[in-house]
């Protein structure tokens, strides 16, 4: 959870998975400024996000 751009919260079911899910969070905060530098955003669709939940096993 982004708190009004100041911070973020995150959680998880042992302290692990809140860092890794914070890890994950910075990267991928990170790659998204990056790449504004080399064209416009384009979004995977609905589609798309259900196949890579079932290609890795994901839970919703």
Same mark, same amino acid.
């Given at each position: =959870?982004?708190? +009004?751009?100041?911070? /973020? /919260?995150?959680?998880? *079911?042992? #302290?692990?998975?809140?860092?890794?899910? @914070? *890890?994950? =969070?910075?990267?991928?905060? &990170?790659?998204?400024? #990056?790449? $504004? %530098?080399?064209? !416009?955003? /384009? &979004?995977?669709t609905?589609? +798309?996000? !259900? %196949? @890579?939940? /079932?290609?890795? $096993? @994901?839970? %919703?």
């Amino acid at each position: =959870m982004i708190v +009004e751009n100041s911070c /973020v /919260v995150v959680t998880g *079911e042992s #302290l692990l998975q809140a860092f890794d899910r @914070l *890890e994950v =969070m910075e990267s991928t905060a &990170h790659s998204i400024i #990056l790449s $504004k %530098d080399i064209g !416009q955003i /384009v &979004h995977i669709t609905e589609e +798309e996000v !259900q %196949d @890579l939940k /079932v290609a890795f $096993k @994901l839970k %919703d």
